[in-house]
């Protein structure tokens, strides 16, 4: 399970240290093959163990394909999906054809969500996670009745 924010940065070839804290997690179960990929309506990159990304590209097989919405979806997920190693210094190197994309430079943010992590450029981050601050967590649209009985 993975939580928690770090600031990174990116080194010259687009390189990021995973921090020493998730190294094992990461290599258990998957010897450190991960998957990178666009997330599909946040500008920010997902990170997963590569069995958990092997369960969601199943469900995404099982939809239909004839439905536009679904072909859209397979098309951010899987057609940006990219195998990522983790090397002997504990990096992974994300791929120059999505680094654009979520505007990463230098400076980035690894979100911990769960089973996976969000990649975010610093300041988006930033800017996302204020604005939902500006509206409160609870104030969200469309956050099912249930998570009001989260005990904050």
Request: aromatic content about 6%; proline content about 5%; some cysteine.
């Amino acid at each position: 399970m993975f939580r928690g924010t770090t600031q990174i940065n990116l080194d010259e070839k687009g390189r990021m240290v995973l921090p020493a804290r998730y190294r094992d997690e990461l290599m258990e179960g998957c010897d450190g093959r991960l998957i990178l990929t666009l997330d599909t309506d946040k500008k920010c990159l997902l990170l997963y163990k590569y069995p958990d990304w092997q369960n969601i590209e199943n469900a995404l097989f099982r939809l239909p394909s004839s439905n536009p919405a679904v072909r859209k979806m397979q098309m951010i997920l899987q057609g940006h999906a990219t195998d990522v190693e983790i090397d002997g210094n504990g990096r992974i190197l994300i791929h120059p054809s999505l680094r654009p994309v979520v505007n990463l430079d230098k400076k980035i943010m690894l979100v911990g969500v769960g089973r996976r992590f969000e990649i975010w450029d610093l300041s988006v981050w930033e800017a996302e996670r204020d604005a939902i601050l500006s509206v409160g967590v609870l104030g969200l649209e469309g956050l099912p009745q249930e998570a009001s009985n989260i005990p904050l």
